[in-house]
């Protein structure tokens, strides 16, 4: 899974990360996404870290991030 691996060397907690894995699931869920290699995915992954700074509902986060790839 892409967003474990960008995740592996962060100072997060695991209730942070779990919140970002959450949020990940639901984005991919919401745009269809099945392959966790796909470089779209890895660019989501990306994305849910960016909004999960500043945003702690994994929902949210998820909304935030598929509005950006549904532009």
């Known amino acids: ?3 474990n691996r960008l995740l592996a060397d962060s100072k997060l907690g695991p ?3 779990k919140r970002l894995n959450v949020a990940f699931a639901c ?3 919401s ?3 099945v392959d966790r290699n796909d470089p779209l995915s890895e660019m989501v992954a990306r994305k ?3 909004i999960g700074a500043t945003e702690s509902d994994p929902i949210k986060i998820s ?3 598929v ?3 549904k532009r």
Request: proline letters at 5%; zero cysteines.
């Open 1 to 3: 899974m892409p967003i």
């Open 15 to 17: 209730e942070e990360i």
């Open 27 to 29: 984005a991919l869920r």
């Open 31 to 33: 745009l269809s996404l």
């Open 48 to 50: 849910i870290i960016e």
């Open 63 to 65: 909304q935030k991030a």
């Open 67 to 69: 509005s950006h790839f």
